[in-house]
């Protein structure tokens, strides 16, 4: 018996790294960091934007490469409905500002609905709870270098009381916005 329990604890333990992710409950970590909104420059301060309401936290593994172009372009496209539930959205990776520039701009992604959040030294990104991976000789869908880490794809519905509502992670990118549209539409209605 007492291996048993001792194994089944085990196994979970060993299954908690997949459950990194902040879960619902937990604090949401404040960050201030260099974004951009339409190709400019700016500052983003989730608690300035919670002021304002929920806010939609999506990391992503970085600008120009296929699932996040979609998942972008897919934000961009709904963006009414999250600002019609009252949330702002705003990416996060380990680009750099000047790739991010690009992104937020092009019509085919951001097409500057929302801010995109450059993590660079991937702090913000294990403030979450999640991992950070390096992909030697990665290209991006432009065919250039990626010089920066890959933060995994998840998302943070975080309330104005700087709590994680929602968390939503290993899904594919389509699904991953319909899933935050869902949970800021549903904290609208309450």
Same mark, same amino acid.
């Given at each position: ?12 333990? $060993?299954? *908690?790294?997949?459950?990194?992710? =902040?879960?619902?409950?937990? &604090?949401? /970590?404040? @960050?201030? #960091? ?57 990416? $996060?990776? *380990?680009?750099?500002?000047?790739? =991010?520039?690009?992104?937020? &701009?092009? /019509?085919? @992604?951001? #097409? ?70 869902? &949970? ?7």
């Amino acid at each position: 018996m007492k291996k048993t329990l001792f194994g089944a604890l085990l196994s979970t333990v $060993v299954a *908690l790294p997949a459950l990194a992710d =902040l879960q619902p409950g937990a &604090a949401a /970590p404040d @960050f201030t #960091a260099p974004s951009s909104f339409n190709g400019k420059t700016q500052k983003f301060s989730l608690n300035d934007a919670l002021k304002k309401g929920p806010v939609v936290v999506y990391f992503y593994p970085g600008a120009y490469t296929n699932g996040c172009n979609l998942q972008a372009h897919t934000f961009a496209v709904n963006y009414d409905k999250f600002a019609a539930a009252g949330a702002t959205v705003v990416g $996060v990776s *380990l680009d750099k500002i000047d790739r =991010l520039n690009e992104f937020s &701009a092009d /019509p085919e @992604f951001c #097409a500057g609905k929302f801010a995109t959040v450059s993590d660079a030294d991937g702090k913000i990104a294990k403030a979450y709870d999640l991992e950070v991976a390096v992909r030697e000789g990665a290209k991006d869908t432009q065919g250039r270098a990626i010089d920066h880490g890959f933060a995994e794809r998840s998302t943070f519905i975080v309330t104005p009381d700087h709590k994680v509502v929602v968390t939503i992670a290993n899904v594919a990118p389509i699904a991953n916005v319909e899933a935050a549209l869902q &949970a800021v539409q549903g904290l609208a209605k309450k």
